[in-house]
């Protein structure tokens, strides 16, 4: 455990704390277990089709009592089945991050291209899924009475460019979701987003690792945007921005300039 870490659990640890993360198996969700984790805190890893890397997180993932934990974006009931198995295994919910998601490149002028069977899974996976998993996992969030939705989001919701015109609707559709949850859910609850810009991962199917270097070349602070930057924005949010709710944190190295 790094130096950072050991001075951060100290007032800002979560110890005790049980933190939920969709599409936990790989990529932002992934590096987000491991931060939380790394703060003490117990880890449902939320997956679809990633059993096995979620059961191979768990097992490595600092502390105890983490578990893997089938949360499908499309399946309302097995999300509520999720947050009852949650209840029952870990007793509460403090934290929910909503990281799964989905996309398919698809150039933007070529309008027959984006078809309807895409651009519905693109926004049951990204909208109707974390509103679901949100609604499944409220009750245990208010028990609480200090805990934190973080809806990863994207630039892309901001400026609509990214892989398809439905991939940009749906990050712009989370962003207003989680304005209007903000107001419902506090005093309990907080609401905030993290919006990367093109995050080097294999998110997007197709796109090249060179095609996000030359985005990164393209910001004021020419960074390549990793997972673990995107967790690092996370655990911001969980622990420290106290009075920070309804809104979004771009975590784009200035590519919005």
């Given amino acids: 455990m790094t130096a950072l870490n050991q001075g951060a659990l100290g007032p800002y640890g979560l110890q005790g704390k049980v933190a939920v993360i969709t599409g936990g198996s790989s990529g932002i969700g992934a590096a987000s277990a491991r931060r939380l984790a790394e703060l003490g805190a117990t880890i449902a890893i939320g997956y679809n089709s990633g059993r096995d890397r979620a059961e191979a997180l768990a097992a490595e993932l600092p502390g105890g009592g983490h578990i893997p934990l089938y949360l499908p974006m499309a399946d309302s009931d097995a999300i509520r089945a999720a947050a009852a198995e949650v209840e029952a295994k870990l007793g509460r919910a403090d934290v929910l991050v ?9 150039p933007h002028a070529d309008l027959e291209a984006l078809d309807d069977e895409t651009f519905d899974r693109i926004l049951i996976t990204n909208v109707r899924g974390p509103y679901s998993t949100i609604r499944a996992f409220a009750p245990l969030l208010r028990r609480g009475g200090d805990a934190v939705i973080v809806n990863i989001s994207s630039l892309a919701g901001v400026n609509g460019l990214g892989s398809s015109i439905a991939y940009c609707a749906s990050k ?12 419902v859910l506090g005093p309990e609850i907080r609401v ?9 991962t294999g998110f997007v199917p197709g796109r090249s690792r060179d095609a996000v270097l030359k985005q990164a070349e393209l910001t004021p602070l020419k960074i390549v945007c990793q997972a673990d930057d ?3 924005a996370v655990v911001a949010a969980v622990t420290h921005l106290r009075l920070t709710t309804g809104t979004s944190l771009l975590v784009d190295s ?4």
């Fill in 98 to 106: 909503n990281s799964a998601g989905t996309t398919r490149a698809v």
């Fill in 172 to 183: 712009a559709a989370l962003d207003t979701m989680g304005l209007s949850l903000a107001r």
């Fill in 192 to 200: 905030i987003g993290v919006s990367p810009a093109a995050v080097d």
């Fill in 230 to 232: 995107v967790a690092l």
């Fill in 254 to 257: 200035g590519r919005h300039l």
